[in-house]
T-cell receptor
Framework: NAGVTQTPKFRVLKTGQSMTLLCAQD?????MYWYRQDPGMGLRLIHY???????AKGEVPDGYNVSRLKKQNFLLGLESAAPSQTSVYFC???????????FGNGTRLTVT | AQSVSQHNHHVILSEAASLELGCNYS??????LFWYVQYPGQHLQLLLK??????LVKGIKGFEAEFIKSKFSFNLRKPSVQWSDTAEYFC?????????????FGRGTSLIVHP
């Protein structure tokens, strides 16, 4: 099994550009999450989904949008990238509480 | 609301030394607790988890953690670390009930083990 797959692995954007990060899981998980990881800040939740067609805001949702049109996919969009969004983005999925999270390999995004 | 505090931000040890990483949480009810590990350049992986029962849980690679309810703590331990344990360690808590669907992560502890 592939588990949780994130694409792309690396991306460089200029301020104001847009992009979409794709997360796909093949474990039939209901819950999916997008986190950003910054030095000294740990993992901060951006948005999450508790099932197909649902999304909810996390701790740091501003500047991001998400969609969960299919159960296996969870897309994270940046409409107008800013340097403050330079980070490593991790997608995760789970069956839901109390199951542990399964993480993807991350996307390193740099906004110049 | 739930929260997690990891007191040690950076830990440097020599091989064979013992390890204890602190984790304290804040939540008024029953909790599920987790430790995740992130090796350099890799994604987070589950190290161990506590749901209920024996408060001393054992995970992979010789790690263990003890849940002390009275202290709201879930400290991670290993009797003798190896160079390959160099990684970042995250504690996470998920409160049971109250509509909490997501775990809250601590800020992480960076562990460097010198050979």
């Amino acid at each position: 099994n592939a588990g949780v797959t994130q694409t792309p692995k690396f991306r460089v954007l200029k301020t104001g550009q847009s992009m979409t990060l794709l997360c796909a899981q093949d474990m039939n998980h209901e819950y999916m999450y997008w986190y950003r990881q910054d030095p000294g800040m740990g993992l901060r939740l951006i948005h999450y989904s508790v099932g197909e067609g649902t999304t909810a805001k996390g701790e740091v949702p501003d500047g991001y949008n998400v969609s969960r049109l299919k159960k296996q996919n969870f897309l994270l969009g940046l409409e107008s990238a800013a340097p403050s969004q330079t980070s490593v983005y991790f997608c995760a999925s789970s069956y839901g509480p109390p199951s542990p999270l399964h993480f993807g390999n991350g996307t390193r995004l740099t906004v110049t | 609301a739930q929260s997690v505090s990891q007191h040690n931000h950076h830990v440097i040890l020599s091989e064979a030394a013992s390890l204890e990483l602190g984790c304290n949480y804040s939540y008024g009810g029953t909790v599920n607790l987790f430790w995740y590990v992130q090796y350099p350049g890799q994604h987070l992986q589950l190290l161990l988890k506590y749901f209920s029962g024996d408060p001393l849980v054992k995970g992979i690679k010789g790690f263990e953690a003890e849940f002390i309810k009275s202290k709201f703590s879930f400290n991670l331990r290993k009797p003798s670390v190896q160079w390959s344990d160099t990684a970042e360690y995250f504690c996470a808590v998920n409160g049971v009930g109250g509509g909490s669907y997501i775990p809250t992560f601590g800020r992480g502890t960076s562990l460097i083990v010198h050979p």
